[in-house]
């Protein structure tokens, strides 16, 4: 079994920063070769990937509307995952989710049905 633990979402204004961190544990999970995931859905739409990376960090990947804006990193020493999000847009509002793949050295995945396990997810609201 797998525990996600997502935190750092809030309320900002358009233009400003935030960093959401995923937590991961689990007593046969070896974190540091699964790839992860953050994902986002508004109300009303479906579950959208935000970014991804590799077990090992060394590749990334990152939906178009975010890039340049956002950053995933990971620290295997501590298993974790974050996500530093610059420059905000009311229309980055959501909720956010961590997920993990449970293949190892697995590709980075763009599908949310690609993944195993999910964060109760944190909420990320920006106004205008």
């Known amino acids: 079994q797998v525990q996600l633990v997502e935190s750092g979402g809030g309320l900002v204004q358009a233009g400003s920063s935030l960093r959401l961190s995923c937590a991961a544990s689990g007593r046969t999970f070896t974190f540091n070769s699964k790839a992860m995931g953050w994902f986002r859905q508004a109300p009303g739409k479906e579950r959208e990937f935000v970014a991804g990376?590799?077990?090992?960090?060394?590749?990334?990947s990152y939906v178009d509307s975010v890039k340049g804006r956002f950053t995933i990193s990971r620290d295997n020493a501590k298993n974790m995952v974050y996500l530093q999000m610059n420059s905000l847009k009311p229309e980055d509002t959501a909720a956010y989710y961590c997920a993990a793949d449970l293949v190892p050295w697995g590709r980075v995945k763009p599908h949310w049905d690609e993944y195993n396990y999910w964060g109760q997810g944190t909420q990320v609201t920006v106004s205008s």
């Open positions: 990376i590799s077990g090992s960090g060394a590749s990334t």
